[in-house]
């Protein structure tokens, strides 16, 4: 059984508030009785995408972390400073600076593939070739054996706001969902953008979407103004067992 810890748009700007709420909920994780497997961080980490940002990010998510910590930028990321203040990986990438920032990890017998879906200059989604190409090559080198999970920050289905959907969603999600219909060892698809814990499904396999740790979003049912700033710094637990099921659970602290 795999245990993964999620946080998601921190939105870190070197303001008081938004470190505090990513320490809150830091802090919560690291004084878990068992330690969590992995803790995955899906993306707008830094607000801006500033070089100091990052070094604030690193320090807030890396420092005395019993745990890999496995990150993805989101539309408010910049992959040059994700690269080398964030990651402490050098700027000249294979591709370029501005290649896509996609990584395997290898946690407790799942393989974790976090995909870039950060469009530069845009805050719409896309998965590009690159990426395309880069996730086949890992499903195939696979061979069907291992349970994946594939975590990216753009939602790929309608969530039920119109200016989420409408402005900022993954753009051509069907040929995400071709792949993953090809692929039954994909267990499962953990998003973050949003900034409200959801659960649906995509392509068949589960999909869920992490709620935000700086702010949380207000669906049109919930009032005015898009964003709740007073809601508490929310996060997930993802269990995946041996059966391959997805199992969720969200906290606020």
């Known amino acids: ?3 993964l810890a999620q946080v998601s748009d921190l939105h870190l700007d070197l303001t008081a508030r938004t470190t505090e709420r990513a320490e809150r909920v830091m802090d919560h994780l690291r004084a878990l009785p068992r330690p969590v497997d992995a803790l995955l961080v899906t993306g707008d980490i830094a607000d801006h995408g500033e070089e100091a940002e ?28 994700f ?3 964030l990651l402490g990986a050098a700027a000249d990438a294979s591709g370029g600076a501005e290649a896509p920032v996609n990584s395997a990890h290898r946690v407790g017998g799942v393989e974790i593939l976090m995909l870039d879906s950060s469009v530069p ?16 090559g890992r499903l195939d080198a696979l061979g069907g054996e291992t349970p994946v999970l594939l975590a990216f920050h753009h939602h790929p289905v309608a969530l039920h706001h119109p200016r989420l959907d409408s402005a900022w969603p993954l753009r051509e999600p069907g040929r995400l969902a071709a792949l993953v219909e090809r692929h039954p060892e994909i267990a499962g698809l953990v998003i973050g953008h949003a900034h409200t814990p959801a659960a649906t499904t995509f392509a068949g396999r589960p999909l869920v979407v992490g709620p935000g740790v700086v702010s949380t979003l207000r669906l049109p049912w919930e009032g005015e103004g898009l ?3 007073d809601a508490p710094a929310g996060f997930a637990f993802h269990v995946l067992d041996d059966e391959r099921r ?8």
């Open 1 to 3: 059984m795999l245990v």
């Open 54 to 81: 990052y070094k604030e990010a690193a320090r807030v998510l890396f420092a005395d972390a019993p745990w890999p910590v496995l990150a993805c930028p989101g539309n408010h990321d910049r992959r040059t400073a």
């Open 83 to 85: 690269r080398t203040a």
């Open 121 to 136: 200059g845009s805050d719409e989604g896309l998965l590009d070739e690159a990426t395309y190409a880069w996730l086949e």
């Open 227 to 229: 964003v709740d700033l």
């Open 246 to 253: 997805l199992t969720t659970h969200f906290r606020v602290v």
